[in-house]
């Protein structure tokens, strides 16, 4: 994954908050998990942990997992961090993959 960008998803969705229009931002599982640890059903509570949340998607198609969290400080900061740990393209579009589960703390 070192010699190839690691895919950054950043686009809007609703369903994550009652105005709706939400900022999103997602990465492969596996490069998450790399920067904040997996653990838990879907690998997601390292994320979870670090944002008070984390959001599932699956591509059902090829299996392919993508976890990321919502809002747009949270997205920003996100960006920033896998930034200091992987190479990342951004990508100005949801990928196909639909919303498995997600989760808040509070």
């Known amino acids: 994954?070192?010699?190839?960008?690691?895919?950054?998803?950043?686009?809007?969705?609703?369903g994550f908050a009652p105005s709706g229009d939400t900022v999103v931002s997602m990465a492969p599982l596996e490069a998450v998990v790399a920067v904040y640890g997996g653990g838990g059903a879907f690998d997601a509570d390292g994320l979870s942990a670090a944002f008070g949340g984390?959001?599932?998607?699956?591509?059902?198609?090829?299996?392919?997992?993508?976890?990321?969290?919502?809002?747009?400080?949270?997205?920003?900061?996100?960006?920033r961090e896998m930034r200091e740990h992987v190479s990342v393209v951004l990508v100005r579009e949801a990928p196909e993959a639909r919303l498995v589960v997600w989760s808040a703390a509070g």
Not at 1 to 12: E, G
């Open 1 to 14: 994954m070192a010699d190839t960008p690691c895919p950054f998803y950043l686009f809007r969705a609703e």
């Open 54 to 79: 984390a959001a599932i998607f699956r591509n059902d198609a090829t299996g392919a997992l993508f976890a990321g969290v919502w809002g747009t400080r949270k997205a920003s900061r996100f960006r």
